[in-house]
C-alpha cells in the first residue's frame, strides 16, 4: 500500500511538473539553450497603481510586478496564484477569475522571460460594494502558483470573496 501511495505521489508530481512547466528546460528548435524555468523564491511581487483616473463604479485593482531577483535569465507563463487573508494572515474564502479585468484585457497565457532585475505584469481588479465582502488585510501571491509566494497589502473589501485576474506579461497590460 505504502509503495503504491509513493507511486502516486510521483505521478503527482509529474503531472504538475508537465502542467507548469516548472523547473523544466527545452531545447530551441534552432539548437540554442533554452531559458530555465523561473525558481521559487526567485520571482519577487509588489505592486503598482494604475493609471490615474482609472477607477469607478466601485472596482478596485492594481498591476501585480513580478521582479526576477536572481542571477540568471528566466522564464515563466500562466497566471498568478492568489489568496486573500485577513486580520492576523488568517486565510480567507477566495475565488480567482482568469481573463479581462475592469481595467485591462487578459494578453493570454504566454511565456515571459525576465533578465535580471526585470519584470513582468499582471492586472487584479475586484469590486467593493460590500456584497457579501471579504474584509482582507494582505493578498498571498504566487507568480507561478507554486508554495513561493510574496504577501502584499489590500486592506479593503472583496465582494463575494471575487478576484479577477490577467495573465502575466512583459508589459502593463491595459483596456
Known amino acids: 500500500m505504502r509503495g503504491l501511495r509513493i507511486a502516486a505521489f510521483a505521478s503527482a508530481a509529474v503531472a504538475v511538473a508537465a502542467v507548469t512547466g516548472a523547473g523544466v528546460a527545452s531545447a530551441s528548435p534552432t539548437g540554442a539553450t533554452a531559458t530555465a524555468a ?33 542571477k540568471t535569465t528566466c522564464t515563466f507563463q500562466g497566471y498568478p496564484g492568489l489568496a486573500l487573508e485577513g486580520k492576523g ?57 507554486s508554495n513561493s509566494h510574496s504577501v502584499i497589502s ?3 473589501a ?7 485576474v490577467t495573465a502575466w506579461a512583459a508589459k502593463k497590460p491595459t483596456a
Open 89 to 145: 494572515h488568517t486565510a480567507l474564502k477566495t475565488v480567482v477569475h482568469h481573463g479581462n479585468t475592469y481595467y485591462a484585457k487578459n494578453p493570454g497565457v504566454h511565456k515571459v522571460t525576465l533578465k535580471p532585475g526585470k519584470a513582468a505584469y499582471a492586472n487584479i481588479e475586484w469590486t467593493h460594494s460590500g456584497a457579501n465582502a471579504a474584509k482582507a488585510k494582505y493578498l498571498q501571491v504566487s507568480p507561478t502558483g
Open 158 to 164: 472583496v465582494d463575494n470573496h471575487k478576484l479577477n
Open 154 to 156: 489590500l486592506d479593503d
Open 38 to 70: 523561473c525558481a521559487p523564491g526567485t520571482l519577487k511581487v509588489s505592486q503598482a497603481p494604475l493609471p490615474e483616473g482609472s477607477g469607478g463604479m466601485m472596482h478596485a485593482g492594481f498591476y501585480l510586478v513580478a521582479k526576477n531577483t536572481g
